[in-house]
């Protein structure tokens, strides 16, 4: 497995997931605090899945 620019498809991959966590967290709304930021997403959102999963 290859790391860094030379995976476009995986970094691209990772890009997608990203934007799809800025929409769910409404980050592209100018009154969100973090509005425009990225720093942050994946690890609330693992943090989030990880208690979904223990609580089950």
């Known amino acids: 497995m290859t790391y860094g620019a030379e995976d476009v498809q995986e970094q691209n991959k990772r890009q997608e997931h990203l934007e799809r966590l ?11 605090p ?4 990225y720093t ?6 693992k943090a989030v899945e ?6 089950s």
Do not use: A, I, S
């Open 34 to 37: 973090f509005h425009g930021v």
């Open 50 to 55: 990880e208690r979904k999963t223990t609580k």
């Open 40 to 45: 942050g997403l994946y690890q609330n959102y």
């Open 22 to 32: 800025y929409k769910k967290d409404l980050r592209f709304r100018k009154d969100h």
